[in-house]
């Protein structure tokens, strides 16, 4: 299985990026794939997630700006972010599980992408 994430970028606060994250090897589509985020000097944290149902779930502080989803037929899974700010600096990684059940543990997603850099300066 690989993951091909791309997408990032640098923006000034307030512009919008979008991710993809294309995956080989495994069809994903009734399985979770997910993006989290690794800010700088942090820990990785999670962001975004699509169940093998196809619901989505968020981090709370991100809703209403980051919107997640999969194309099922591309196996590919795309982060759209909006009114980005200086605290979503990072480096952004997709990650996916063989499974119908999402995790929000970083241990639980057993295959990564490679992580694109996000910097958003104010």
């Known amino acids: 299985v690989d993951l091909v994430g791309s997408g990032g970028g640098s923006v000034q606060a307030g512009g919008s990026l979008r991710l993809s994250c294309v995956a080989t090897?495994?069809?994903?589509?009734?399985?979770?794939m997910a993006w989290f985020r690794q800010p700088p000097g942090k820990e990785r944290e999670g962001v975004a997630r699509?169940?093998?149902?196809?619901?989505?779930t968020y981090e709370d502080s991100l809703k209403g700006r980051f919107t997640v989803s999969k194309d099922n037929d591309a196996n590919t899974l795309y982060l759209q972010m909006t009114d980005l700010q200086p605290e979503d600096t990072g480096v952004y990684y997709c990650?996916?599980?063989?499974?119908?059940?999402?995790?929000?543990?970083?241990?639980?997603?057993?295959?990564w992408g490679q992580g694109t850099q996000v910097i958003v300066s104010s």
């Open positions: 090897g495994y069809s994903f589509s009734n399985a979770c």
């Open positions: 699509v169940g093998g149902d196809g619901s989505a």
């Open positions: 990650a996916a599980r063989p499974s119908f059940w999402c995790s929000e543990t970083t241990i639980d997603w057993p295959y």
